[in-house]
Structure formats: C-alpha cells, structure tokens
C-alpha cells in the first residue's frame, strides 16, 4: 500500500512537473518580445541638433540653419514615403541649439540620457561640433555632421562621421586648382580668431600657399560677431594681392565681400573662401561676383539623383539648394543606407554599418567613409559669374 502511494505521489509529481514545464514555455512564448534589443520595427527615432534660432538661424543675412532642417524633413519625407526601410520608418526630434556651444551640449545631453537614439543628426559649426561630439563618442551615440568642415573632428573617434570634405582635402585641391590657373604669387588671408573652423582653415590656406610657392602678405584678423572690417581690408588693399582667402561663418564672409568692394577692391582680384553657396550670394548680391569657393557640391552636377532634388527643393522651399542643402539631403540617406544593412538600432551596429559606406550612389557623388569616419568623394571648385555658382574652368 505504501509502495503505491508513493509510486502514485511520485508519477504525480512528475506529471505536474511536466506540465510546469510546458506552462513555462508557453508563459516564455507569450511573453517573448516580437523583435530583440536594437532590432528594426516601428519608428526609429534620430536626434536632431541644429540652430533654429539665434544668428545662426534665419534672418537678415539669409535661411542660416533652415536650409539643413529643409533637407533633413524632405529626404525623411521620401525615405518613409519610399519605404527604403520596408515598414520601418525614421523619426526626427529636432533640438535647437539656439546657435550656441551651451544650447548644443544641452540638446546633446537631452537626445542621448532622455530620449536615448542611437544618432544625433546635425550641428552647424565645427565650434559646436568641437564640443558635443566628445560627448557623443564617449556615451558610444553616432554622431553625423553634414557640414562640419574643420580637420581632425572625425578622428574624435568610432562614432564620429561627417558628409562634408575636411578642411585637409578642400583647401589643398583648391590651392593647387585656382593657382595654376590664376596664377596668384602674392595673397593676402584674413580670419576669425575665435571661430573653430576658421581658424583651421586660415592655417590651411597659408600651408598651402606655402608649398605652392605663393607669398601671403599678412594676416588681418578680427573676431566672431564683428561687424566693420573696413580697417583690414584697407590695409590689404594697400598690399595690392593678386587674391584674398577668408576664413570665417557665412555672416562675415558676406559682410567682408560688401565691404571689399565697396572699399575698391577691384573685381579681378577674387575673394576666395571655402565658406560660400547660393544662400551668402544672394545676400551679397554684386559683391560676390568673381568670388571662388572650394566645395562639395553643384547645382548642375549630373550624379544620380542631384537634377530631382535640385526641382524638389526649389519647388518646395521657394529657393534654389545651397551645398548646405545637399550635404544633409545626402547625409539622411546615407544614414538610412547605414540602419538598412546594419538591420539594427543598436548605435555600435549603424557606427560599424557607416563605416562600411563605399561608393554609394549620392548627389554628392560616390560616397564612402575613410578609416577616420570623414567623407570620401570628389570635391569641386566653383566661381560666381553672373551671379550663378559656376564650375572654376
């Protein structure tokens, strides 16, 4: 009797036991999430960081910041719309920096800790840049400029990529373009002192000029936020250069072709500036003509894609795209490239994804990322004549 109870207790036990175990497992398939950690569904949010407001956003002196924002919004429009994605779609939360270093950190800081994404699309300025990709880097978000110009933010580290040239690869094959057919021996350079990048690239200017054998007569320099720049351009003018490399933000250089040439600065001595599109044309009006530019892009330009986005834009905004359009319209793409093959969120996963971008067909070119994360295509000068951006032949 005994022998049979526990024969029953036991067999019983083990019933239960089995059906435990298959009660867990379905408690295990219910509960068992419909997509792993980083896997692609639903809306991916992107981070945003730009300057909306504050000098750097629209106002006297031209669209500012917007033409980003306007590209960003039109090429997440056509991405979703194309479901390039499948049925995921990419999310913007836009920040704005209020054109300052202390806006930009905080809007970083909000993007990774509040509404953890994986990537902050934007900044404006390689000074902002400089700051928040550190930050980036070091809370491992991607972090990717479509304009940043200034040499040495990409090697910051793995997570760091911009679609713009660095200073390292503008001012080199433009030197060497504009002299041999200019034929300039004797040049003059003024620069912002504080400004990031212009400090960059006034260094780069004149290592240039250096090895090309072309002396630089003097550096005038002057400050973020100056107005009069009359007293420089005098004293360059008495100089009699062959040409004038300027180194600052789109409002200065703006102000510093007015007051060239309203100065005397005679038409055929050109302003030569890596930091000039349609958007600083159209506010220096008559001022900009002659004026050179070492870029990354043209409206004319025949790579896949460019003509309909060059139609899209202006029928939607009213104006004819600045490279300051291109690079970002490009950049959104890239990016969704990047989460298509690496079929993650996970930021680690999009970084090592970016950095396998090779010639991907872009309207900046074909598109890849060198080992440090900076853009790899080619660049282009260009002239203002007639007051259209044109290629410098």
């Known amino acids: ?36 950690p980083g896997e692609l569904s639903g809306e991916i949010p992107i981070g945003v960081v730009l300057p909306q407001t504050g000098d750097l956003g629209p106002g006297e002196f031209g669209p500012g910041a917007l033409v980003m924002e306007n590209s960003f919004n039109m090429a997440l429009e056509e991405i979703n719309t194309s479901q390039l994605l499948g049925d995921v779609s990419l999310k913007f939360i836009i920040e704005d920096d209020m054109s300052t270093v202390e806006g930009a950190i905080e809007a970083f800081n909000k993007l990774i800790h509040q509404d953890k994404v994986s990537v902050i699309l934007g900044v404006w300025t390689s000074q902002v840049a400089k700051s928040v990709f550190p930050i980036a880097q070091e809370n491992g978000v991607v972090a990717f400029s479509p304009v940043v110009v200034a040499s040495g933010l990409a090697e910051i580290g793995e997570f760091i990529f911009r679609a713009s040239h660095s200073t390292d690869v ?46 630089v007569l003097t550096t005038e320099t002057f400050e973020t936020g100056d107005t009069d720049f009359f007293d420089q351009l005098t004293r360059i003018k008495a100089l009699d250069p062959d040409a004038i490399f300027v180194s600052a933000q789109q409002i200065e250089v703006i102000k510093i072709l007015t007051q060239g040439r309203e100065l005397g600065i005679p038409a055929d001595v050109p302003f030569i500036s890596i930091v000039l599109s349609v958007d600083e044309i159209r506010s220096a009006g008559a001022a900009a003509e002659g004026a050179i530019t070492f870029t990354d892009w043209v409206s004319t330009a025949d790579t896949p894609g460019n003509q309909a986005f060059v139609q899209s834009y202006t029928a939607r905004y009213g104006m004819e795209p600045s490279v300051w ?56 000068v260009l002239i203002v004549k007639n007051g259209k951006l044109e290629v410098f032949e």
């Open 170 to 215: 503008l001012i080199p094959s433009g030197v060497k373009v504009t002299q041999e057919k200019l034929g300039y021996q004797r040049v003059a350079t003024i620069a912002d002192t504080v400004d990031f990048a212009s400090r960059v690239s006034d260094e780069g200017y004149r290592k240039a000029l250096a090895d090309s054998g072309v002396e």
């Open 1 to 36: 009797m005994k022998l049979k109870t526990f024969t029953f207790i036991f067999l019983f036990a083990i019933a239960g036991l089995a059906a435990g175990m298959i009660g867990c497992e379905r408690v295990a398939q219910v509960f068992e999430p419909a997509t792993q």
């Open 325 to 380: 359009a291109a690079q970002p319209y490009a950049a959104v793409y890239i990016l969704a490239e990047a989460i298509k093959n690496a079929q993650s969120t996970d930021s680690k996963a999009i970084a090592a994804a970016l950095a396998e971008i090779k010639d991907f067909d872009t309207i900046l070119g074909k598109f890849s990322f060198d080992s440090n994360g900076d853009a790899i295509y080619a660049p282009v």
